[in-house]
């Protein structure tokens, strides 16, 4: 009709464009954990809504994220996560021995970022993202 291509998609909400990917989400994470790592007293500005005389309002915090990693009988472990839940990788095991320093969960995190950035772990990720919704309801 008139010369023109005609198709069905839909103007995108503004809520799902903003919206981050389950991959920026957990490649943030990562982010947050490699900052924590390398600066113990490293925070995250978060935006809290708190009820006031005047109904809710904005409210920026700062704490630092929980971290991923920990040590236990002289090595450090490290699980990937989207939000709460854990990201299995292979084999249903969500746990990486990463070695006996900090400098060793560093290379991990760096690893699994990069395998991450390929889209190794897409799967992995969205079945995360899954569990973590079934959480909520």
Known sequence: MFGLKLVDT?????AETRRKS????????IG??????KNPKYTVERTRYVKGDD???RQMTSRPPKPWFWEFEG??????????SQVVMLNGKPT???????????KALEAVKSGIEKGVLDDAINEAKARS?????
């Open 75 to 84: 090595k450090m472990f490290l699980q990937i996560k989207y939000g709460s």
């Open 55 to 57: 109904g809710y309002g």
């Open 22 to 29: 389950p991959r920026e989400v957990v490649l943030e994470g």
């Open 10 to 14: 839909k103007k995108p909400l503004i």
């Open 96 to 106: 990486i021995e990463c070695g006996k320093d900090i400098a060793s969960v560093i």
């Open 133 to 137: 919704h079934r959480k909520k309801d």
């Open 32 to 37: 947050h954990q490699l900052e924590l790592l």
